[in-house]
């Protein structure tokens, strides 16, 4: 299975200050089509995950600009231009490229 | 708009069966493959199981292989998860999932006596 490990496992962040998250993969994700089928997520406490982005650095409809993703192979980061009170919760990346599927740990975001 | 209601949850002993359901409305259904993600009590996120579209293929995780099986209505707009053998490690909050991109509220699974 690939095994996703994400970092920091928790991240306090001040408020309009950046926030990076760090995703890596045991194996390359590209898919023999070309693409590479990473994407991130988006959980409040209490709430269902919300995609953010998909293949790498596509944003989901409603997605603030202020999400952006990138990277490529095996190494890949969600980043945050200026967090705000609404960011707060856990992060997973989550490769779907090889059977099983699988989600990073989770990066707890909280204020600072 | 895109719902995905899940129901069937609840407390079962270890070896018991449960059947999920996941009731989809505001897209076509027969479009899409679906999916099952469980999420443990303060654990993080796993893919679970999927099938497309009009249900001749179906994947698994290795821990529930054998044990559940997903299906689907298409007629019906249903999805639907059977769990059999359940052990401990099973309880969960359960997902159905469109694509990723939509998700149900979840339907809670405990396993125990």
């Known amino acids: 299975d690939v095994v996703m490990t994400q970092s920091p496992l928790s991240l306090p962040v001040t408020l309009g200050q950046p926030a990076s998250i760090s995703c890596r993969s045991s194996q390359s994700l590209v898919y023999s089509d070309g693409n590479t089928y990473l994407n991130w997520f988006h959980q409040r406490p209490g709430q269902s995950p919300r995609r953010l982005i998909y293949?790498?650095?596509n944003r989901d409809s409603g997605v603030p600009d202020r999400f952006s993703g990138s990277g490529s192979g095996t190494d890949f980061t969600l980043k945050i231009s200026r967090v705000e009170a609404e960011d707060v919760g856990v992060y997973y990346c989550m490769q779907v490229t090889y059977w099983p599927y699988t989600f990073g740990q989770g990066t707890n975001l909280d204020i600072k | 708009e895109v719902q995905l209601v899940e129901s069937g949850g609840g407390l079962v002993q270890p070896g018991g069966s449960l059947r999920l359901s996941c009731a989809a409305s505001?897209?076509?259904?027969?479009?899409?493959?679906m999916n099952w993600v469980r999420q443990a009590p303060g654990k993080g996120l796993e893919w679970v199981a999927n099938?497309?579209?009009?249900?001749?293929?179906?994947k698994y995780v290795d821990s529930v292989k054998g044990r559940f099986t997903v299906s689907r209505d298409n007629a019906n707009n249903l999805l639907s998860l059977q769990m059999n053998s359940l052990r401990a490690e099973d309880t969960a909050v359960y997902y159905c999932?469109?694509?990723?991109?939509?998700w149900g509220q979840g339907t809670l699974v405990i396993v125990s006596s």
């Open positions: 099938i497309k579209q009009d249900g001749s293929e179906t």
């Open positions: 293949k790498i650095s």
């Open positions: 999932a469109r694509g990723y991109q939509y």
């Open positions: 505001g897209f076509t259904f027969s479009n899409y493959w």
